[in-house]
């Protein structure tokens, strides 16, 4: 009986140590898990750290060769990578002005005319390239004009470099016309008629109030406070009186792609706006020119500077239809014919205007040639556009540095900058006050007018293109003291770019983000919530 008692309760330990076996193995597989799920939530549980460095170990080992392989790749024999670009660009520039004194021989050594535009344009690339990289969290980047400005400043004012790189007056004086050019060409090719006829009135009202308001309060103030003439007045009233489209646009499509004032339009509307805004500036500063550049009675002056808009509207509508249709659309390599010849042609018409007595005819007559040549073109006019943008990639760099380089320390009085930035500072806040005036019926609450006042601030493009047109043209006469006018223009135009574009791009930044509504999806909500399931 004994043994059978035995038995039987062995039998009955039998399932009870394999069921205790096998919940200690599941407590196990449970602590495994977990000690998983720990390391995949970031926990520190124990038993996780074995994982947790092997995981640190793969990490780091890729990491470390991804390193020694860039190293041997940059300084491997021959070269690749970076240093092989490094090396690669210094000796084709080095290669271009060895070819060009080979050339020119004394032109291009220190002191020559060549070696002068050389340095100026690399240094003003240089100095675009360093602002550019000044980027400043939940704002637009500094325009790069700014830094290609004060790269010319910088070297006009420089002793030992002022006295190494010279250029002629001659020779600033016809590249800047050829960036005007370009200038010129891209503000006609970039008229949307479209978008005129949509916006409407208070497109108009935008491009047209505060520009001749501006123009008009500069004129008073130049011949009250600087003792301008009334037609020198209103040459600087006109240049002070556009909006730069190289400093508004990238800021407002940065806007425009964060959602920012889309609803109202308020990017779209600043845009279209500008190119209408930087033609009535050109215009009335070409009408003036040719007024303050003629001899006569008053009456002779006005009705030559109403001649000199006839002829070159005339002129370029006669060469807008002609572009139309030569080349004709069947030709080969027809976008670059088309550029060739717009190009050519307004090269052509502001040089030879000058020559011919009438300055302020070669602007109208390019603006009227690309305009329409862009409203034959069609949906071609775009491959066009981005031709014109790569010459004006080139000439940008040369037009800005000039333009510093124009202006001398040394022959500046403190009394003239002075009353140039007093001048400048009221003609700003009275076209602020008119821009918000102009916007008050247009549908926008009161954060919006606020910002589109200030985003009609900055001053850049247009002020480089023609500051210094005038002044060119005083030399051209040889009168003293209207080139002294010529450089009071040129000093304020200096002034009002490098003033107000930075602080207007910095606005612009600070107050689209504040002040503008941001469009609202109805279906965001949706896509998120489904996100969040596709991850569960």
């Known amino acids: ?73 940059t300084f491997a024999c021959p070269p690749h ?28 050594l220190p002191g020559g005319n060549l070696f002068g535009i050389i340095i100026l344009f690399i240094c003003a690339i240089i100095g675009g390239k360093i602002m550019g990289l000044i980027k400043l969290p939940t704002l637009p980047p500094l325009p790069p004009l700014l830094g290609m400005l004060l790269a010319g400043f910088l070297i ?12 002629r007056h001659r020779w600033s004086s016809a590249l800047r016309s050829l960036a005007l050019s370009v200038i010129l060409v891209r503000a006609g090719l970039g008229l949307d008629s479209k978008a005129l006829k949509k916006l409407k009135g208070v497109c108009v009202r935008l491009s047209m109030g505060p520009c001749l308001v501006e123009a008009c309060t500069s004129a008073l103030l130049a011949h009250f406070l600087m003792g301008l003439p009334w037609q020198w007045a209103f040459i600087l009233g006109f240049v002070l009186g556009a909006v730069s489209p190289a400093v508004v646009v990238p800021s407002m499509l940065l806007l425009q792609e964060q959602g920012y004032g889309v609803e109202k339009g308020v990017p779209t509307l600043l845009m279209a706006a500008g190119s209408f805004d930087d033609i009535l500036a050109i215009t009335g500063f070409n009408t003036c020119l040719g007024v303050a550049f003629s001899t006569g009675s008053t009456v002779f002056n006005v009705f030559r500077g109403v001649l000199e808009v006839v002829i070159g509207v005339a002129t370029g509508t006669l060469l807008g239809f002609f572009v139309q249709y030569f080349p004709s659309s069947d030709q080969d390599k027809l976008v670059w014919k088309r550029a060739f010849l717009v190009l050519g042609l307004s090269v052509f018409a502001v040089f030879s205007s000058v020559h011919f007595g009438f300055p302020g005819s070669g602007g109208l007559c390019t603006l009227v040639l690309a305009f329409l040549a862009g409203l034959g073109w069609a949906s071609q006019k775009a491959e066009v556009e981005k031709i014109i943008s790569v010459a004006w990639d080139i000439f940008q760099p040369l037009l800005f540095g000039l333009i510093g380089a124009e202006v001398s320390i040394a022959s500046l009085r403190p009394e003239t900058v002075g009353l140039c930035v007093a001048t400048l500072g009221i003609a700003v806040l009275i076209r602020i006050l008119t821009t918000f005036l102009m916007v008050c019926f247009a549908g926008f609450n009161i954060k919006e007018k606020i910002f589109i006042s200030f985003a009609w601030l900055p001053k850049a493009t247009v002020q480089a ?10 030399r051209s006469h040889g009168d003293i003291q209207l080139e002294e006018y010529g450089m009071d223009v040129l000093t304020v135009a200096f002034l009002a770019i490098l003033i107000t574009a930075p602080i207007g791009s910095l606005l612009i930044g600070l107050l689209g983000f504040r002040l503008l509504q941001k469009a609202e999806y109805p279906n965001k909500d949706e896509e998120v919530q489904g996100e969040i399931s596709v991850r569960l």
């Open 465 to 474: 293109a023609i500051g210094s047109v005038a002044l060119d043209t005083a």
């Open 1 to 73: 009986m004994e043994d059978e008692n035995k038995a039987i309760e062995h039998e009955d330990l039998e399932p009870t140590g394999v069921n205790h076996m096998a919940s200690m193995y599941q407590e196990t597989q449970e602590e495994t898990v977990t000690n998983l799920r720990g390391i995949n939530g970031k926990e520190p549980i124990e038993g996780s750290s074995i994982v947790n460095t092997s995981e640190r170990s793969l990490q780091e080992t890729p990491t470390e060769s991804n390193h020694l392989q860039r190293l041997k790749q």
């Open 156 to 167: 006009r004012n420089i002793p030992v470099i002022s006295e190494n790189v010279q250029i």
């Open 81 to 108: 990578g970076l240093l092989d670009r490094v090396i690669t660009n210094v000796t084709m520039v080095v290669l271009l002005w060895a070819v060009v004194w080979s050339i020119t021989g004394s032109e291009c």
